[in-house]
């Protein structure tokens, strides 16, 4: 059974930071590119970042490049995300996803990123 658990969201102010992790089991995790979404009150969920399996390749959405660094450790099933200067723009639920063949499919269940003063 494929589980994906999110951790790390918290409450920050605007220009903090946050380390938020993905922790994947029942695959082999090291086979998979694997992306962070997120979903804003009000707001269609959009795609944050994205890695490959071996960690080589990167992308970003453009409102998070340079603030935002996506990483992995295979070794321990766990993906992360560093966000830093946090604006509350970036408010939202953070997924941690699996890609298959292209396709985001499975969906961990969220955690809640609030940057208020």
């Known amino acids: 059974q494929v589980r994906l658990v999110e951790s790390g969201g918290d409450l920050v102010q605007p220009g903090g930071s946050l380390r938020l992790s993905c922790v994947g089991s029942g695959f082999t995790f090291s086979n998979y590119a694997m992306s962070w979404y997120r979903q804003a009150p009000g707001k269609e969920r959009e795609l944050v970042a994205r890695?490959?399996?071996?960690?080589?390749?990167?992308n970003y959405a453009d409102s998070v490049k340079g603030r935002f660094t996506i990483s992995r450790d295979n070794a321990k099933n766990t993906m992360y995300l560093q966000m830093n200067n946090l604006k509350p723009e970036d408010t939202g639920v953070y997924y941690c996803?699996?890609?298959?063949?292209?396709?985001?499919?499975?969906w961990g269940q969220g955690t809640q990123v609030t940057v208020s003063s």
């Open positions: 890695i490959s399996n071996n960690n080589k390749n990167t």
């Open positions: 996803v699996r890609r298959i063949l292209g396709n985001d499919r499975d």
